[in-house]
């Protein structure tokens, strides 16, 4: 077995073993990987993590596992012991994951042998789709007001300054690497913005995942009625939706801090996340 280095150039070649959709995101900034190889050539363990809070100072440094497939016992466990290994070369204060339960259930003394700490869950990730979102009643009271615009109406630059004013105003946590995804990394008719006086005050940014369905990447408002500009913007973007995407198309709700949970519990009230589980290993431990 041979443990290799995953790169944007060479993973392409491990599809279907690794989604498309998470292929995608050896593509960005913060996300690495590895995959082990049998005797055959044939992949039979791969991992996948991003980088957290590498640029704050203020912050102990995290990495979140977002993709981790076994397999087989043997090659999971020297995959984990790697990884283990290279995070605390790296002073990694904290590894933490949210996987699907299904995935990885039958090697849950594994992760444990290699330091993990893990329960059972409700995933970090909503999954609903188009039809539940346009059925929502708040989307169909009114028309959203005419400062909420398309994102396809605002140029590199103006976008570039309104990311700028999102990661120095948002009190929530945010993509790692917000700065560095260029406009069309987001669907340019779903996605959208407020603007107020000049400026732009808030976000709901979409992206189209290779998959066919749709993510929503960040959702904030930092303008005097955010709450509300919130709520408007989910309006703008769900009758854009509508008109172009079936009922059908999956749509995910990362629910990644108070906020995003709050909404997503008054969004959909009765929809539970999948059943999945939950890690954390520190540094040395």
Known sequence: MEIIELTSGIVEEYIPF??????????????????????????????????KHSDDEAKNSEVELAYLKINDEEAGDELLSSYVGMADESYIDKTVFDLPHSSLVEYEELLKKNGFDIIEGESNDLY??????????????????SYIYSLGTLDSRSFKRGIIECIYNSKREVLEDLSNLPIDWY????????EADGSIKGFLLV??????????????????????????????SALRVKELYSPETPVVIHRHDAASTNLA????PQVKGAKSIKGERKRGE
């Open 187 to 194: 669907e340019q008719d779903v996605s959208c913005y407020e």
């Open 207 to 236: 992206h189209r995942l290779p998959s066919g369905g749709l993510r929503i990447e960040l959702l904030s408002d930092w303008g005097p009625d955010g709450q509300k500009m919130l709520l408007h913007m989910v309006r703008f």
């Open 128 to 145: 609903v789709t188009v039809g539940d979102i346009f059925n929502l009643d708040f989307i169909k009271k009114k028309e959203p007001p």
């Open 265 to 268: 519990t008054y969004m959909f």
């Open 18 to 51: 690794i989604s498309r959709d998470m292929v995608e995101n050896l593509s960005r900034k913060y996300f690495s990987g590895a995959i082990v190889i049998d005797d055959d050539d044939e992949p039979v363990s791969a991992i996948i993590w991003e980088v």
